[in-house]
């Protein structure tokens, strides 16, 4: 697998240390959104596999939050294309939204298709606020973006993988997120 690494953008510490940071951020935010006893207030966490299985697994352990994880399966992209071509929603979300506050996790936003489906399909449930949180962003902040209120890192526009992120199913369990030899894409 090593032999196919063309180069680490971020080390397995680099993104401790980012998740650390967003989590403290999130714990920061949510604070008031965590009350049990009203279940009108309580948190609940979405987040979309297999991708943003590592993401979320490092960011959870340092929400120290009362919340609810419930994860969805989205296909973006079919077979060994890079490029994310529709979005297919392969598990139903929970239908206890109403009034929920709802946090997408995601491991990187690209087109922007799989969020904004989400979104629409989350709005429908009625909860009481949306938002995202992404590892990783290629998409510039324009007008036109789709927004994400917690971004780990901007990165330009190249294929990753690596702590959680794939290349036709492998390569999630590396440690760092990196870029492919062309000949390991092929
Ligand atoms: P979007 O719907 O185009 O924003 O695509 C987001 C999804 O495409 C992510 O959740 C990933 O599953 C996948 N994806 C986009 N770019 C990459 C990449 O560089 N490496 C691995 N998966 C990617
Ligand atoms: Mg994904």
């Not at 979320?56 to 939050?65: C, N, Q």
């Not at 294309?81 to 139903?92: D, M, Y």
């Not at 709005?123 to 290629?138: G, I």
């Amino acid at each position: 697998m090593d032999q196919h690494i063309e180069r680490v953008l971020f080390d397995r510490a680099t993104l401790a240390k980012r998740v650390k940071d967003m989590a403290a951020q999130i714990a920061d935010d949510f604070r008031h959104h965590t009350n049990t006893q009203d279940e009108s207030a309580s948190l609940v966490l979405v987040s979309i596999m297999t991708g943003s299985v590592i993401f979320l697994a490092d960011l959870i352990r340092d929400l120290p939050l009362m919340l609810r994880l419930e994860l969805i399966s989205i296909s973006s992209y079919p077979g060994k294309s890079t490029s994310s071509q529709g979005v297919a929603i392969n598990s139903s979300l929970p239908d206890d939204l109403t009034g929920k506050h709802v946090l997408v996790v995601d491991d990187i936003l690209d087109s922007g298709r799989t969020l904004t489906a989400i979104r629409a399909l989350l709005n429908e449930r009625h909860a009481a606020s949306v938002s995202t949180c992404v590892l990783l962003r290629k998409q510039l902040p324009t007008a036109m973006a789709v927004e994400a209120e917690y971004v780990g890192f901007d990165i330009a526009d190249e294929f990753v993988v690596g702590y959680g992120l794939d290349f036709d199913g492998y390569y999630r369990n590396l440690p760092d997120v990196v870029t492919l030899k062309r000949e390991a894409m092929s």
